[in-house]
């Protein structure tokens, strides 16, 4: 479990899940039966991903090993970049949608439309030497489109659903900003 909300706990409880894995947090007080497997939250490391990856280690302890390394690489990045008419460091990334488009039910994890409809155009006024990329998947695409399609303007790139995992890594590794959700791309 990793932020998990105490009803899913409870409900693997009675759902009779017989390994559980999960988090102590010193402030947050945790009923002993929740978790067969606790796991300290290592207050010098914040990278969500080894916490992660601490769950995981709490149950498989035999040759685990942790590498971090940046997977960019290069041909990709120069490729991706001339595809589209990008120069390092002279756009801005923006996500426009989160939770995969939620298009089933809101999410918090989101802003309106409108906002960065109103946000794209200040960007493109404020700094007119710099392109905006909207970035997402092809879940996101439907909300992207929508706010894209309301702005015209030769500087602002719709890529929402049009790059690999791999490009979009490349995308940001150049970009000058990145603005975005507690998501993926963060």
């Given at each position: 479990?990793?932020?998990?909300?105490?009803?899913?706990?409870?409900?693997?409880?009675?759902?009779?899940?017989?390994?559980?894995?999960?988090?102590?947090?010193?402030?947050?007080?945790?009923?002993?039966?929740?978790?067969?497997?606790?796991?300290?939250?290592?207050?010098?490391?914040?990278?969500?991903?080894?916490?992660?990856?601490?769950?995981?280690?709490?149950?498989?302890?035999?040759?685990?090993?942790?590498?971090?390394?940046l997977s960019i690489h290069p041909n990709t990045k120069l490729t991706i970049?001339?595809?589209?008419?990008?120069?390092?460091?002279?756009?801005?990334?923006?996500?426009?949608?989160?939770?995969?488009?939620?298009?089933?039910?809101?999410?918090?994890?989101?802003?309106?439309?409108?906002?960065?409809?109103?946000?794209?155009?200040?960007?493109?006024?404020?700094?007119?030497?710099?392109?905006?990329?909207?970035?997402?998947?092809?879940?996101?695409?439907?909300?992207?489109?929508?706010?894209?399609?309301?702005?015209?303007?030769?500087?602002?790139?719709?890529?929402?659903?049009?790059?690999?995992?791999?490009?979009?890594?490349?995308?940001?590794?150049?970009?000058?900003?990145?603005?975005?959700?507690?998501?993926?791309?963060?």
């Amino acid at each position: 479990f990793d932020a998990s909300p105490a009803f899913l706990i409870k409900g693997s409880i009675l759902a009779g899940i017989p390994i559980r894995v999960g988090h102590l947090f010193e402030e947050v007080p945790v009923p002993s039966y929740y978790y067969t497997h606790k796991v300290a939250v290592r207050r010098d490391e914040n990278n969500q991903i080894d916490w992660n990856l601490d769950l995981l280690q709490a149950l498989y302890t035999k040759g685990f090993s942790r590498e971090h390394r940046l997977s960019i690489h290069p041909n990709t990045k120069l490729t991706i970049l001339n595809d589209y008419a990008l120069n390092a460091g002279n756009y801005i990334c923006i996500q426009i949608a989160g939770a995969n488009g939620a298009l089933v039910a809101a999410s918090s994890k989101i802003w309106m439309e409108d906002n960065f409809k109103i946000l794209i155009e200040e960007l493109l006024m404020s700094y007119q030497d710099l392109k905006i990329v909207a970035l997402g998947d092809k879940g996101d695409s439907i909300r992207v489109n929508r706010v894209c399609d309301k702005i015209i303007s030769d500087r602002l790139l719709n890529l929402s659903g049009k790059t690999t995992i791999q490009e979009v890594i490349s995308i940001i590794s150049s970009c000058k900003l990145l603005i975005c959700h507690d998501s993926g791309l963060m």
